[in-house]
């Protein structure tokens, strides 16, 4: 058995199955002979004491296990901060992207955990600071993609971008994403942009409903420092990070973005990787061809 390890447990109270699914953690967890550690809220839900505050817990535990979907995962890194460390998600929600286990198959992460047989892999996010009207903001964290887009009124939008100081383009339509790896299969993919392996280390930018056709996504190095700029402003345009509001423009702004100076560990079964997942939860598989009945060829290979 690997060193013991200090496990921390937060749960969406909201999530059908979570108080049933937490308490069998638990009870698994102790069999193994492992105490765990409930965030306050988890604890409040199942009647449990002790619980502590999410940002003093973090300080307490070695990894975090998270109990909902993606957005409970995402909220939790947000709460966070620098303040990360490993988290593990279980899926009892929709799509569960960057979970690495359903309620079934929580028995087999608690075995892994206390094995050490789990896979970490580090994410990078991104690190950014808003401006207006000459006052700069506090900096905030994105694990998925930061984006700038409009508000409420159906009119075009013009943001422009710079990179490392050099302006890039100007971008009209719904709005902008920055992306990282990870958030490649969320927003930035819903709006044209490309796949990208986690373990790349770049960002995309990706319009979202450009206005020109010559606007399409692109991809730079994540030791890049992006600029989003608004100097013309006549809509009120939302800054959201990981899909959360952080702040609304109704005058020129200025958003600037980096790679942050620390990642997420983010745990994972063993064997599991990015192309499994992509498989298995996007159904990204290709077209079965003759004689292929697993699937494992698309049909461009009958050309070759």
């Known amino acids: 058995m690997a060193e013991a ?19 069998n953690l638990v009870d698994r967890f102790a069999a193994a002979g492992q ?13 449990m004491r002790g619980g502590i505050v999410l940002e003093k817990l973090a300080g307490e535990v070695d990894l975090l296990v998270v109990l909902g979907g993606d957005g409970t995962l995402l909220w939790t ?26 309620s079934e198959e929580s028995g087999t992460l608690v075995e892994s955990l206390m094995s050490g047989t789990y896979q970490l892999s580090e994410r990078i996010l991104i690190e950014g600071r808003y401006e207006q009207g000459g006052t700069q903001s506090e900096p905030f964290y994105a694990l998925n993609e930061v984006s700038l887009c409009r508000s409420v009124a159906s009119r075009v939008i013009q943001v422009e971008a710079e990179v490392n100081g050099v302006y890039a383009n100007r971008y009209g339509g719904d ?9 490649s299969t969320a927003y930035s993919l819903s ?9 790349a280390d770049v960002f995309v930018l990706t319009p979202i409903c450009p206005h020109s056709l010559a606007n399409r996504p692109l991809v730079v190095d994540a030791s ?5 700029n608004t100097p013309r402003q006549r809509n009120v345009l939302s800054l959201l990070s990981d899909g959360y509001l952080l702040a609304e423009f ?26 499994e997942v992509l498989h298995r939860k996007m159904g990204w598989k290709g077209s079965a061809i003759e004689g292929d009945e697993g699937g494992k060829y698309s049909d461009f290979t009958s050309l070759v």
């Open 5 to 23: 390890l200090r496990i921390g447990i937060l749960a969406n109270p909201e999530k059908v199955g979570a108080v049933a699914l937490l308490r």
């Open 35 to 47: 105490v765990v550690k409930l965030e306050a809220e988890t604890a409040r839900l199942t009647g």
């Open 77 to 102: 890194v947000r709460q966070l901060g620098n303040r990360i460390l490993p988290i593990a998600g279980i899926n009892t929600g929709t799509l569960g992207f960057l979970t690495c286990a359903t």
């Open 175 to 183: 709005g902008l994403i920055l992306s990282t790896p990870t958030g």
């Open 191 to 199: 709006s044209g942009g490309p796949l990208v392996d986690p373990t």
């Open 224 to 228: 890049n420092r992006i600029v989003f």
């Open 250 to 275: 109704d005058r020129p702004a200025r958003v600037t973005l980096k790679r942050a100076d620390f990642r997420l560990p983010l745990i994972s079964l063993p064997g599991q990787n990015f192309y």
